[in-house]
């Protein structure tokens, strides 16, 4: 039996985009980044203007999906925004690869 000391570790959410096939499944995973965000901004790891950049934008890109006709442009506009904005904080890097992997699944989701 393998055991691992995971002691003084972070976890953060995981994302599975490659498990998303539609735009039920899209919302579910944008709103674990919204959660994961989150979690970064009480952790003091995202603060200031990029938390509130990035928080918005990513609200943007979820009440746009969460429309019956969603625009594919706002959404990928708006999660491209969010990106940008935590892209220098070290500590968002993860959040930062979530973000364009949802940016790239709307491009084929909304084709």
Same mark, same amino acid.
Request: net charge neutral; charged share 30%; aromatic share 0%.
């Given at each position: 039996m393998t055991i691992f000391d995971q002691r003084g570790q972070t976890v953060t959410y995981q994302y599975n985009f490659g498990a998303v096939d539609d735009v039920?499944?899209?919302?579910?995973?944008?709103?674990?980044?919204q959660g994961g965000l989150q979690q970064a901004v009480e952790a003091q790891a995202v603060t200031g203007e990029p #938390?509130?950049?990035a928080r918005y934008n990513l609200?943007?890109?979820v009440l746009e999906a969460e429309k019956p006709a969603p625009d594919k442009k706002k959404i990928g506009d708006y999660l491209t925004t969010a990106r940008t904005a935590i892209e220098g904080v070290a500590a968002a890097s993860g959040l930062?690869? #979530?973000i364009t992997k949802a940016a790239e699944l709307v491009e084929k989701l909304f084709q």
């Open positions: 039920a499944g899209l919302l579910g995973e944008l709103r674990k980044l #938390a509130v950049e609200d943007k890109a930062v690869v #979530a």
